[in-house]
């Protein structure tokens, strides 16, 4: 997915915002957090890395991937 990068608030796209005050805020962010609760913890890191090589990308992606099927199995352990 591309990162578009904007000079100011005013250049970017207009259909996502909402005035201060507006009771459409909360129902978005009660939709946000309702989905977000269906999904549950990914264990992605979030933020944008930079990476030397395809190789150190796919390493780092497998550690945080195992690093998730652990929590899931010690989960189901739980249970």
Not at 5 to 34: C, F, L, N, Q
Not at 42 to 63: C, F, L, Q, W
Not at 72 to 77: G, L
């Amino acid at each position: 997915m591309p990162v578009k990068k904007y000079r100011r608030i005013e250049d970017m796209p207009g259909d996502r915002w909402r005035t201060p005050g507006d009771p459409a805020i909360v129902r978005a962010i009660r939709h946000v957090w309702s989905l977000a609760a269906l999904v549950g913890p990914t264990g992605i890191p979030g933020g944008v890395h930079k990476y030397r090589s395809v190789e150190e990308m796919n390493a780092d992606r497998e550690a945080w991937e195992d690093r998730r099927i652990q929590r899931i199995r010690e989960m189901h352990r739980s249970k």
